[in-house]
């Protein structure tokens, strides 16, 4: 009588590709949420490039792919308005208005984080104040003021009043300065610096991802702006800013809504190209501002 033993299963090893395989549907699991955020947040933008290569006749439709690629579309845009100086009127704004509120909101910001002097928290709570203000209260005394002056139908109005600071600038750079230890300050007035120099030489080396943070917040604010142009540079077509232009393409009659989009793409490329290079020091100055309160 013979005896039959049953053999084990045999296991075949997974294959390379079905590892590969497995990893990529995991990783997928993992970040199902953030593809599905991710998509939600880019569909619009890819319909935005696609109606602006469309012709104007297709444009809003019920059709989401192009019937025939129009990217003339992009040079009928310098042809219809004249997109480079408007262009050269946002970079003036954008770049003046956020290299004025640096200048004087760090120094603003310094006092009311390191610096001990009675009425401080008042200072402080003012500026709070100041941030919760809508901007539409004090319009019509800033525009009367402005218009006394004749400067109405320039950029002043919009670049000046930085020189004065920003409140929410002064908020977010005063909360970032928190984070740095006071023991760094002491030790540069034991050598002898005064309160500027241990500003300028102590406190803006560690204070760049919080400043780079303000600046960018200014600059994109400054960018895409569009009350305060229609409100000071309306009267005058030479002191448009992009959104203020991107705004004249609407006609009474008829819209071309394809060159519209065209011009949009072009006025958001610049700002994207801007905050892929400066991304790193924005989250981290983001991130670390807030720690103290």
Known sequence: MTTLLERPPRTVAPTDRQVRRQNRLAWIA?????????????????????ISVMTSDQALTSDYWPNTWHFDNYVRVFQVTP????????????????????????????????????????MFLAVICVMMLPPQVVTVPLYLMWARYGLTGSLTPLIVPMLFGDAFC??????????????????????????????IRVVLPMARPGIAAAGLFQF????????GPLLYTSENERSWTLSLGLASFHGVHHVDWNLVTAATVLAMAPIVVVFFFAQKAFVQGVTLTGVKG
């Not at 946002?90 to 956020?98: P, S």
């Not at 994109?220 to 009350?227: I, P, Q």
Request: aromatic residues 16%; glycine residues 4%.
């Open 220 to 227: 994109f604010y400054a960018w895409n702006d569009y009350y």
């Open 83 to 122: 997109l480079p100086r408007y262009l050269l009127n946002t970079v003036i704004y954008a770049v003046l208005a956020t290299a004025f509120m640096l200048l004087s909101s760090v120094p603003a910001a310094y006092a009311l984080a390191k610096l001990r002097f009675r009425g401080r928290n008042a």
């Open 30 to 50: 993992r970040h199902s949420l953030a593809i599905v955020l991710a998509i939600m947040f880019l569909t619009p933008v890819g319909y935005l490039l696609l």
């Open 170 to 199: 002064i908020f977010l750079l005063r909360q970032f300065l928190l984070t740095i230890p006071s023991d760094y300050l002491d030790a540069a007035r034991v050598d002898g610096c005064g309160e500027w120099r241990t500003l």
